[in-house]
């Protein structure tokens, strides 16, 4: 069973969501928050595996928070939840470390397979969220076909011991491969990684 923090501050989302999750999403809901300090003085004690994290909180910007609370609990997987349906939103959130972008008309099997996704390691964006990004006007990054073909088992979800046992390639090969795809795209992370890739329609 996964354990799951929600923070937003509208309650009757809060607690709507909250029913739907513990009912039909094979996780549940350990605490709930409506604010970014409350999220933060909680988290150490109930220790959720997925946080999720609304944009706009009365004392702050939930995506701004993200690297903070990371900082608290490394292992933590973040899906953002809100109405915000705008490409720059998304790009930051991953870029600050989201593991995954879902908007609040998401029906119940997609919240599901969001918690799943994430909590197994994996980026979750939300199929409108991946065409907004599709749709974004920017030249695609030069990519040799090797790149092209890490990328996409990135995008996959393989670490970078399952890139070199599946490409028969050495682990350093892959690590430089990786680190020059982040300098190609602009990304400091996986997430933010594949965000782009899906946005350049790499993958």
């Known amino acids: 069973m996964i354990s799951v923090m929600i923070a937003d501050?509208?309650?009757?989302?809060?607690?709507?969501?909250?029913?739907?999750?513990?009912?039909?999403?094979?996780?549940?809901?350990?605490?709930?928050a409506s604010t970014l300090s409350e999220t933060a003085e909680m988290l150490p004690q109930v220790k959720p595996q997925?946080?999720?994290?609304?944009?706009?909180?009365?004392?702050?910007?939930?995506?701004?928070a993200i690297q903070q609370l990371r900082v608290q609990q490394?292992?933590?997987?973040?899906?953002?939840?809100?109405?915000?349906?705008?490409?720059?939103?998304?790009?930051?959130?991953?870029?600050?470390?989201?593991?995954g972008y879902l908007f609040k008309s998401a029906g119940v099997e997609e919240v599901r397979n969001a918690i799943l996704t994430v909590e197994a390691g994996e980026t979750y964006l939300s199929?409108?969220?991946?065409?907004?990004?599709?749709?974004?006007?920017?030249?695609?990054?030069?990519?040799?076909?090797?790149?092209?073909?890490?990328?996409?088992?990135?995008?996959?979800?393989?670490?970078?011991?399952?890139?070199?046992?599946?490409?028969?390639?050495?682990?350093?090969?892959?690590?430089s491969y990786t680190k020059n795809l982040r300098q190609k795209l602009g990304c400091n992370n996986t997430a933010s990684l594949v965000c782009k890739a899906i946005k350049q329609h790499l993958i």
């Open 127 to 175: 199929a409108e969220a991946q065409q907004m990004l599709s749709h974004e006007k920017q030249t695609p990054a030069n990519l040799t076909m090797r790149e092209r073909e890490i990328l996409g088992l990135i995008a996959e979800g393989c670490t970078m011991k399952d890139i070199a046992d599946r490409l028969c390639l050495g682990f350093e090969t892959v690590h």
């Open 74 to 99: 490394p292992d933590l997987r973040i899906i953002v939840l809100t109405m915000f349906a705008e490409a720059s939103v998304i790009h930051r959130a991953m870029q600050n470390g989201a593991n």
């Open 9 to 32: 501050d509208h309650v009757l989302v809060a607690e709507g969501l909250a029913k739907l999750i513990n009912e039909s999403c094979d996780a549940q809901v350990v605490a709930m």
């Open 50 to 64: 997925v946080l999720l994290l609304d944009v706009a909180l009365p004392d702050g910007d939930g995506i701004d």
